[in-house]
């Protein structure tokens, strides 16, 4: 059985950091682009990071390029996401995703995942 599952949400000050992972079970992970997506209450699920299947090429939005990074350990079968400098607007479900083509490159769209994790609470106080 295919499978994610994030971990390492929590509550954090404005200014603090915090890093995310995610474990993946039940397919050749090294094989798939990874990514990270979020969902603030009452918004859409928009992009946030993404790596390549090798790690070569990474994409981020826009608003935490320079924050954020994601890396991941293909041997572990682990992708994660380093937050840092977090910001009140960075409060969110976080959300792992494998795209659905293998050899995939760092892709930006939502529509290019099909497997997703249940979510990871971060939540940035003032």
């Known amino acids: 059985q295919v499978q994610l599952v994030e971990s390492g949400g929590g509550l954090v000050q404005a200014g603090g950091s915090l890093r995310l992972s995610c474990a993946a079970s039940?397919?050749?992970?090294?094989?798939?682009?990874m990514s990270w997506f979020r969902q603030a209450p009452g918004k859409e699920r928009e992009f946030v990071a993404a790596?390549?299947?090798?790690?070569?090429?990474?994409a981020y939005k826009n608003s935490v390029l320079g924050r954020f990074t994601i890396s991941r350990d293909n041997a572990a079968k682990m992708v994660y996401l380093q937050m840092n400098s977090l910001k009140l607007e960075d409060t969110a479900v976080y959300y792992c995703?494998?795209?659905?083509?293998?050899?995939?490159?760092?892709?930006?769209?939502?529509?290019?995942?099909?497997?997703w994790g249940q979510g990871t609470q971060v939540t940035v106080s003032s």
């Open positions: 039940g397919r050749t992970f090294s094989n798939y682009a």
């Open positions: 995703g494998s795209n659905s083509r293998r050899w995939a490159s760092a892709d930006t769209s939502g529509n290019d995942y099909d497997l």
């Open positions: 790596i390549s299947w090798s790690g070569s090429s990474t």
